[in-house]
């Protein structure tokens, strides 16, 4: 009988490893520095010639405030946060310096409002590529994420998700 639990236990030690090796690519999308999580970091491809691009995110916050003091990327010269808006029925942008993330909140870089602005591309984003941006906070530090580039037109994230981790 020991054999058979032995035997049992082997089996379900070897499906669990299965499970995590399979499962850990899916929950890379949403990684964690502290109680911060970066969730579908994105972007949309740019024409060619093209020197402004943009990416999008979304940071949950699970504990007190914290502050996004700017985000950094190898495929651009600079990297601004930007708010836009429309004033008198004209679209605007206003760089901004910094971002405050709620406490036990969320902050969302979208097409309709913040996002950060790609200044300077080094070549054109493409539709499928991966890149990396370093975010970097006044308490939680420097966070490592792989915006996934979407469609030219795209609106939203593209289907594929990219991950983030936590850089000492």
């Avoid at 591309?121 to 890149?131: I, S």
Wanted: proline content about 7%; overall charge neutral; glycine content about 10%.
């Amino acid at each position: 009988m020991n054999t058979h639990i032995q035997c049992a236990r082997s089996v379900l030690t070897r499906v669990l490893v299965l499970v995590l090796v399979f499962a850990l690519p899916a929950l890379a999308a949403d990684q964690h520095a502290g109680l911060l999580t970066i969730i579908q970091p994105w972007s949309r491809a740019t024409p060619p010639g093209a020197v402004i691009g943009a990416a999008y995110f979304e940071i949950i916050n699970a504990g007190a405030a914290d502050t996004l003091l700017r985000i950094e990327s190898p495929v651009a010269r600079e990297v601004e946060m930007h708010m836009s808006f429309v004033e008198g029925g004209m679209m605007r942008m206003r760089a901004m310096p910094s971002v405050k993330v709620p406490e036990h909140g969320h902050l969302r870089f979208d097409p309709n409002g913040m996002h950060a602005m790609l200044i300077d591309l080094r070549q054109p984003l493409k539709e499928g590529q991966r890149f990396p941006m370093t975010l970097v906070f006044q308490h939680a530090g420097r966070m490592s994420v792989e915006a996934v580039v979407g469609g030219l037109g795209a609106t939203s994230a593209p289907t594929q998700e990219g991950g983030a981790h936590e850089q000492g």
